[in-house]
Every structure is written in structure tokens, then in C-alpha cells.
């Protein structure tokens, strides 16, 4: 295209403008990214090989729940070291907008699965021994000013009847990773199952195992998932990035809420392009007839004019990738536990750059398109 | 030899007969130009006058391909032009049309050089002899060495300059000039016309040009009226004005 020198020329035209349309261009690949690569990691193939720690849900859901005797079951298979459950109890605090995970614990087995979660002992033994016991996360006790031994009373509505239960704080339990997640309520499952309608007693919520060994991580998850095949209770084994995925759908369509907010990024994006692209043209109506004039063809003044929404398209567009590369690990940190973790793959780049040729190419074409129809004759006669 | 009486011979190099041109604005029918006939010869220099709305520009359009007529037609070098589809007319007017418009004529934000180039992109030309072509149509109109200018870096007398020289490095048939002195004052005017009468005295251009101007129109071979549709000689007009101004 001999006419490169022409497009160039007149992306540099309006320089404030194009430095704009090329900066929204840019965050807002930069969201698109983040969206897909939010999206992939709740997708993202459950590859359990490596994983010490796996999760068993019940195969129909995470809101279903399975006999609490799978315990000592999968206890029995060899390469797990221990099992220890957990029982969603999703009560309120106060108010409904104060939202942390409260788990109804297995006390005896807890602390060997999550050795990460330190509780001093003293405090440990106190919660062992109150059935009423209850322990927070740092996070968690901080944000509402909880002092051991204060009486937390807790809303709930999902097992029978609503009623207030109220806990003893013996102790709170912290990270040692800076980015850990501090911010969960435990108590005993005893007073749980004793305190729930028949229908919900000896159940589990879902299991956690820890193995004796990573590499036993695909052959455990295979015996797991086969034992209790054609069982009324099927089960589903997974990795615990998998099992917080699916977790993280519980509190919404994800995949729906990733695409609208998606499709309005696409549709903001081509308007803002659009426009930019539009103003141009009209600008130019006289020097686009003058080219035409001087024979000039309508399919090149097209390619001109998309030409220069490609240059946009492709500037804003490595520009956000290259903004999505650089936050997308730090974001992948700051969300920890509550996503998996986030990965910008080769693949999602060349998405990112798709997408921009796309909206590229959508944005110029209607006002490419406007530029090719022009006729001349009317466009020297407007001035 | 320029007509306007339909009865020049087939070896004129523009050739219009029973030109019409009839716009629709509303239920009204306006009838701009009315079986137009026209001669022009090669290395004729012509000039058209009329009242402001008289079709002037329409005829030039026309004349240039950039419009096509209701009925009759025009011929060029052979070429009949009037039924020519979009994209053929197009590489037609490349090859045989450089057009000098009053203004919109250089694209702001490529220098004198690039501006004067642009026609030589539709062409195979090689870089080195598209360089070539414009150094010396620049030379022509004696701004060789502003080639590296922007259009506004130059007065609006030497933007119609380089305009001239972008409508005559690709070497076409013929020059159309709409008001190509409208915007300039009168040592700028005469400068271009001085430059337009070398083109055709020198270069042996056939030139074209619409002017409201009587001084720029005096520069020409001949100075064509537009009156109700139809060409007249400026001669047969005053004639025409005077018996109308007996009668
Ligand atoms: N696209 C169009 N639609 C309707 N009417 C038109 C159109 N183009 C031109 N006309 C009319 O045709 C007539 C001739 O217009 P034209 O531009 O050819 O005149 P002109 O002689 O060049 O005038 P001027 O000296 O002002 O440039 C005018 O009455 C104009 O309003
Ligand atoms: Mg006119």
C-alpha cells in the first residue's frame, strides 16, 4: 500500500485526540484481559497432578451435601494422609453487606489439612473444649473489633428457621503469607449438626484431604470418585483452585457477569473508536474528495480509512497488553483465595490482539464505508 | 478550434453533444444545463463565465467525470465518458484529468513533495522516477526547493502552485480549473494565470477554466458564456444583450 505515508500522516493529525482514543483503547483491552483471563481461570482445566491438597464435592454441586461417613472411608485409601470437612453455614452479621465465610469445622482434623491457618495453642484448646467456640481470621476480627472471649451472634436462615446463634471468640488465626486469607469463622461441626433440621444432620459440606504425597494426586482423585460412583451421594475430586472456582460460582453467574461487562467494554470501545474515526472523515470530506478526484479509488479511500483505525486499534491495543502484563500478576496476588490464580497465557494475548484488529476493523468500517459512497461532487459543494 | 455549435468534427479532443443536466430539489425540476454542445480542441485554452447558479461548476464536473449527465454525452480522446461505470471513470480521470479546484486542494498534513506525488501512487512508477516527475513539476511552477513544506508553510498563491503542479506531473489530456484564482488577490492571480498561459503556450495543455473573474478569463483562447443552459461566445452575447436591449 503505497498510501501508508497518507495513513500515518493523518493519525498524527489530532494529537491530543489520538493520544485519547489510543488511552482508551488501551484500559480498556486492558479490561477485556482481565476478563478473559478471569474467566479462563474459573475454566481452567482441573489438573489435579502435583496438588498435595484436594477437595471432594458432591458431583451434582458444591450446595449439595454428602454423608458425613465418607470420612473415615477416604480416610481408608491408601496415599491419604488426613480428611478432615466443611460445612458452608452462610450467616449474616449484623447486616448482610458485613459478609465473611463462616465454616462449620471438623475440630479434630483441621489444623493437620491446614497447617498454613496458625492458632496459638492455647487459644486452640480452649476452642476445642467450647462446643459454643468459634475462631476468625485476623482480617475478620479486626474489621469488627472482636476481642477473644466477646459473643459473637450470628444470624442464619438457611437451615430451618431463622434464629440467631450465638459464639464464644476463643481465638483468632492468622497467615503467615502477607496475601493470606485471614478472614473466615470456624466453629465446632458438632454444633452444627446438633443444631440443624434431620434432613441436614451427619452431612458434609465438602471434604478436604491432605495426600501423602503430590504425586499420588491423579490415582487418589480416580479411587475417590470411582468408590462412590452409583452411590446415591456421587462425588467429584478436585484441585482446591478448581474447588474455589467453583466456589466463586456460587455467588453468581461469573460467566455471565464477565460477558455483559464484556460486551458493554466491546460496544464503549467501538463508539469511542467509532466516533474518533467518524469526526476524521468528516474533517476530511474535502481532501477525501479531492483524492477521489484525482482517481483516487472508493476501495482505497476505504483502506485509508481503516487503515487508520487499524493503527489505533493496534497501538491501544499492545499498549493495554502491555499493561495487562504488567498488572495482571500483581492483581493475580491482591485477589488471592478469592480467585484462582490469574495467568496471562500466550493465548490470551493474541485474544487481546484479535480483539483489537476487530474493533479495529468494525469501528472503521462504518465511517470507511460512509468515505467510500461519498460523492465527490457533493462533498466539494459543502463547505 | 472551439464550438459551441455541435458541428465540430470527430477529430476534437473533447467532445460534448446534447449535454443535460437536470437536478430534483423538492417537486421542483431544476434545468441546469440544456443540450449542451462543445469542441475543444488540444492545446486550446478556454474560458467559462456565467452567473453564480449558471451550471458552471456542474459543466465542469461533468466534463471531469465526477457526475454524470442526464442525457447526451462527451467524448474524450475517443473515450465516451458518459457511460463509463464508478471505478472505470475513476482510473479514467487519473489517467487524463488534473483538477485545480479553489480550494481543499492539498491534503495539510503531507509536504509540497508528497501532495504533488499523490497521483503518481496510482501509477507503476518507480520511487526514483516518481521523484523524478515531481521534482520537475514542482520546477515548473518554481518551488523546487519548497518541496519539504507543509501547505501551511506556503502562501495561498504558492498552495495553488503546487495544486498545478499535482494536476500536471501524471502528464493528463486535459486541465479543469474551478475558480483556481477565487481565493487569491490580484498579483497571486496573475502570477497563476501567467503560470497556466505557460502551461498551455509552452507545454501545449488543453486548459479548461471557470473564473467570475473578466482579467483571468482575458488570459484565455476563448471565454464560453453560460446562458440558459447552453454555451454562447462572448461576442454573440453582447450581440444578444444589445438586440435584447433594443427590443
Ligand atoms: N446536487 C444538487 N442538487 C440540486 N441542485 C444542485 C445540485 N448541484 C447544483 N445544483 C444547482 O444547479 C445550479 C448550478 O450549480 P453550479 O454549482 O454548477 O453553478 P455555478 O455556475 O458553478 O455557480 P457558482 O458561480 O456560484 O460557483 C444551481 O442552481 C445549483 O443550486
Ligand atoms: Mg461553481
Redesign the pocket.
Known amino acids: 500500500m503505497k498510501f501508508w505515508r497518507l495513513i500515518v500522516a493523518n493519525l498524527f493529525r489530532k494529537k491530543v485526540r489520538l493520544i485519547l482514543t489510543i488511552g482508551s483503547f488501551a484500559i480498556a483491552l486492558l479490561l477485556f484481559t482481565f476478563l478473559a483471563v478471569v474467566q479462563s481461570a474459573f475454566n481452567r482445566g482441573i489438573d489435579i497432578a502435583g496438588a498435595d491438597r484436594l477437595v471432594i464435592i458432591n458431583r451434582i454441586g458444591l450446595i449439595q451435601t454428602m454423608p458425613i461417613s465418607y470420612g473415615d472411608r477416604v480416610r481408608a485409601i491408601p496415599g491419604v494422609k488426613y480428611v478432615t470437612q466443611d460445612h458452608w453455614f452462610g450467616g449474616v452479621y449484623q447486616d448482610e453487606k458485613n459478609f465473611f465465610p463462616q465454616f462449620a469445622i471438623d475440630v479434630d482434623n483441621h489444623r493437620q489439612v491446614y497447617p498454613e491457618f496458625k492458632v496459638p495453642d492455647d487459644q486452640w484448646k480452649t476452642f476445642v473444649k467450647d462446643q459454643q467456640g468459634a475462631i476468625a481470621g485476623a482480617r475478620t476480627a479486626r474489621r469488627f473489633g472482636w476481642k477473644i472471649g466477646d459473643r459473637i451472634p450470628i444470624k442464619n436462615s438457611l437451615y430451618g428457621a431463622a434464629k440467631t446463634w450465638e459464639f464464644n471468640l476463643d481465638g483468632i488465626y492468622s497467615t503467615e503469607k502477607a496475601d493470606g486469607d485471614e478472614s473466615q469463622f470456624w466453629f465446632h461441626w458438632k454444633n452444627f449438626d446438633e443444631n440443624v433440621p434431620a434432613a441436614v444432620k451427619s452431612t458434609a459440606g465438602w471434604y478436604i484431604l491432605k495426600l501423602d504425597s503430590p504425586d499420588d494426586a491423579v490415582r487418589v482423585a480416580k479411587t475417590i470418585d470411582a468408590q462412590f460412583a452409583n452411590s446415591s451421594y456421587e462425588t467429584k475430586t478436585e484441585t482446591e483452585s478448581a474447588f474455589a472456582a467453583s466456589f466463586a460460582k456460587q455467588f453468581g453467574n461469573i460467566q455471565f457477569l464477565i460477558v455483559s461487562i464484556g460486551s458493554v467494554v466491546f460496544f464503549t470501545l467501538l463508539l469511542v473508536t467509532g466516533n474518533t474515526m467518524a469526526i476524521s472523515v468528516r474533517e476530511r470530506t474535502g481532501e477525501l474528495a479531492v483524492l477521489k478526484a484525482i482517481g483516487v479509488t472508493d476501495r482505497s479511500v476505504l483502506f485509508l480509512v481503516l487503515g487508520e483505525a487499524m493503527m489505533i486499534a493496534l497501538f491501544g491495543g499492545f499498549l493495554g497488553l502491555l499493561l495487562a502484563w504488567a498488572a495482571i500478576p500483581v492483581l493475580s496476588v491482591a485477589l488471592n483465595g478469592l480467585l484462582p490464580p490469574l495467568l496471562l497465557s500466550k493465548a490470551m494475548l493474541s485474544l487481546g490482539l484479535v480483539f483489537a484488529v476487530f474493533v479495529g476493523m468494525v469501528s472503521g468500517l462504518i465511517p470507511g464505508i460512509g468515505a467510500m459512497r461519498m460523492r465527490v461532487?457533493?462533498a466539494l459543494?459543502r463547505v | 478550434m472551439i464550438r459551441v455549435d455541435g458541428r465540430g468534427d470527430s477529430k476534437s479532443l473533447i467532445q460534448v453533444r446534447g449535454l443535460t443536466k437536470t437536478?430534483r430539489?423538492g417537486g421542483e425540476e431544476?434545468h441546469?444545463l440544456q443540450r449542451l454542445n462543445l469542441d475543444v480542441d488540444k492545446g486550446d485554452f478556454v474560458a467559462f463565465m456565467?452567473p453564480?447558479?449558471?451550471?458552471?461548476?456542474?459543466l465542469l464536473n461533468l466534463l471531469g467525470g465526477l457526475d454524470v449527465p442526464s442525457a447526451g454525452g462527451i467524448t474524450v480522446d475517443g473515450d465516451e465518458i458518459t457511460h463509463m461505470s464508478g471505478s472505470k471513470l475513476t482510473h479514467w480521470r487519473a489517467r487524463h484529468v488534473g483538477f485545480i479546484f479553489q480550494m481543499y486542494n492539498l491534503i495539510p498534513v503531507l509536504t509540497a513533495f508528497q501532495n504533488v506525488e499523490l497521483p503518481l501512487l496510482l501509477t507503476k512508477l518507480s520511487s526514483s522516477e516518481r521523484r523524478h516527475h515531481v521534482e520537475t513539476a514542482l520546477s515548473v511552477v518554481g518551488l523546487r526547493e519548497r518541496m519539504n513544506h507543509y501547505p501551511r508553510q506556503l502562501s495561498g498563491g504558492q498552495e495553488q502552485r503546487v495544486t498545478i503542479a499535482r494536476a500536471i506531473v501524471s502528464d493528463p489530456t486535459f486541465l479543469l480549473c474551478d475558480e483556481p484564482t477565487g481565493d487569491l488577490d490580484r498579483k497571486s492571480a496573475d502570477e497563476i494565470m501567467a503560470l497556466i498561459e505557460e502551461l498551455v503556450g509552452k507545454h501545449g495543455k488543453t486548459v479548461l477554466m471557470?473564473t467570475?473573474d473578466p482579467m483571468v478569463a482575458a488570459r484565455a483562447h476563448t471565454t464560453l458564456h453560460?446562458d440558459k443552459g447552453v454555451l454562447v461566445e462572448a461576442s454573440q452575447l453582447e450581440q444578444g444583450v444589445v438586440a435584447g436591449g433594443v427590443a
Open positions: 461532487v457533493n459543494r | 437536478y430539489r431544476i441546469v456565467g453564480s447558479g449558471s451550471g458552471k461548476t456542474t471557470v467570475h453560460l
